[in-house]
């Protein structure tokens, strides 16, 4: 049997790393699961053990995010991408038929991918769109044309391809409850990496596989009195509205899935100390590499501009590009891995989600250096 010890760095973007001790605790329960007589995967979602995973889950988000009382924590299938098409469906359509407008604003290559979705289902207004610039910033409030009759303003909090991070919250603006104006945020590769000012926004989403947990299932935190703008006649499975009034449990959800983020929710809590202090350990951690990147000369050049810099996703190319794909095959002996950058932006990218320990990236930082001095 595969021992922890032949676990390599793995800077994978997602599904990226998970905390060993939760893979080991999943492992311990596979077969059963204390107290159920059978294991997570063979019992009902509506059984006591499932449901008590299910409200310990969600009780676990809600202390650790501090999510106010008139929130809705759901867990959904179809991934992030599918958030992209629920979020218009349920928001850009109309009760009378017709569809309503809304703001986005384009940082990278999954906030374009949001756009394409809305349009299927309304009028789009990109209000910022970075892609003529190569995405590597986020905008300020100023050099936003926000309409304020739009349905809802949708953004990505962070950029997993192209490693750029707005801070929370992302505007000095007045919060949904005050403003009436809805604010959607794809947090997908930086959920649970810092806290978050739930009250600012009217929904985030985050499919689980690049920070709490496994590919499988989606989380969704939303204010009450948006869903109640979703038109009638949604097919079932794509209405909010029903999986917040079934508990998330309308039919089977990813039991297995759910459990993992039990556990990684528990890590956060427990072992981390909750999400201020890990945020601390991730800052730490990007600095390391960001440091290696300034002080390399311009033999290393980030991708996003210092102020726009993500704590997760730390994009970079070589001044030799020639140089990349030595490197990785370097890093790859010395069991550094998942370090090439998307294929749609080249270069390098490491990935240091929470569960990713300082140690790599220490491990990392040196053969950076070593690299360098090497060529
Ligand atoms: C990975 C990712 C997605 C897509 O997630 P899926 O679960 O694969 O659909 C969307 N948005 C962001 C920011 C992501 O990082």
New binding site residues.
């Given amino acids: 049997m595969p021992t922890a010890s032949e676990r390599l760095h793995n800077f994978s973007a997602?599904p990226a790393t998970l905390p060993l001790a939760v893979l080991e605790e999943a492992r311990r329960d596979l077969l059963c699961l204390p107290g159920a007589g059978a294991s997570i995967l063979e019992i009902s979602h509506r059984s006591a053990a499932f449901t008590a995973i299910l409200d310990e889950t969600r009780h676990n988000l809600r202390q650790l995010l501090n999510i106010p009382d008139d929130y809705e924590v759901l867990f959904l299938q179809?991934?992030?991408?599918?958030q992209f098409s629920m979020v218009a469906m349920n928001f850009l359509r109309q009760a009378n038929g017709e569809t309503a407008s809304a703001d986005y604003l384009v940082t990278g290559s999954?906030s374009a991918?949001a756009v394409t979705e809305g349009q299927r289902e309304g009028t789009v207004r990109q209000v910022w769109n970075g892609k003529d610039a190569g995405f590597k910033r986020v905008p300020s409030l100023a050099e936003l044309d926000l309409d304020p009759d739009a349905a809802y303003l949708h953004l990505?909090s962070?950029?997993?391809i192209q490693g750029v991070e707005f801070p929370d919250p992302p505007f000095d603006i007045a919060p949904p409850s005050e403003s009436g104006r809805a604010m959607i945020c794809?947090c997908?590769?930086n959920f649970l990496s810092r806290p978050i000012d739930i009250s600012r926004y009217s929904m985030l989403y985050a499919?689980a596989?690049?920070n709490a947990g496994p590919?499988g299932v989606?989380l969704v935190i939303v204010h009450r009195p948006l869903l109640e703008r979703s038109p009638p006649g949604l097919p079932t499975m794509l209405d909010y509205r029903i999986h917040a009034a079934k508990g998330s449990a309308y039919n089977t959800p990813p039991v297995f899935s759910i459990y993992l983020v039990l556990l990684v929710t528990r890590w956060l809590r427990d072992e981390m100390g909750g999400l201020a202090k890990m945020e601390e350990r991730n800052r730490e951690k990007a600095g390391i590499l960001y440091n290696r990147i300034d002080e390399s000369d311009g033999f290393y050049r980030g991708h996003a501009e210092p102020t726009s810099r993500s704590q997760m996703n730390i994009a970079w190319t070589l001044a030799d590009p020639a140089l990349e794909s030595p490197f990785l095959s370097r890093a790859s002996e010395r069991g550094l891995v998942g370090l090439k950058g998307h294929r749609s932006v080249g270069g390098l990218r490491a990935s240091i989600y929470n569960a990713m320990a300082p140690q790599s990236v220490e491990e990392l930082a040196a053969f950076m250096d070593e690299f360098r001095h090497s060529h």
């Fill in positions: 997602g179809g991934g992030a991408s599918l999954w991918k990505t962070n950029e997993t794809d997908s590769s499919g596989q690049k590919a989606t």
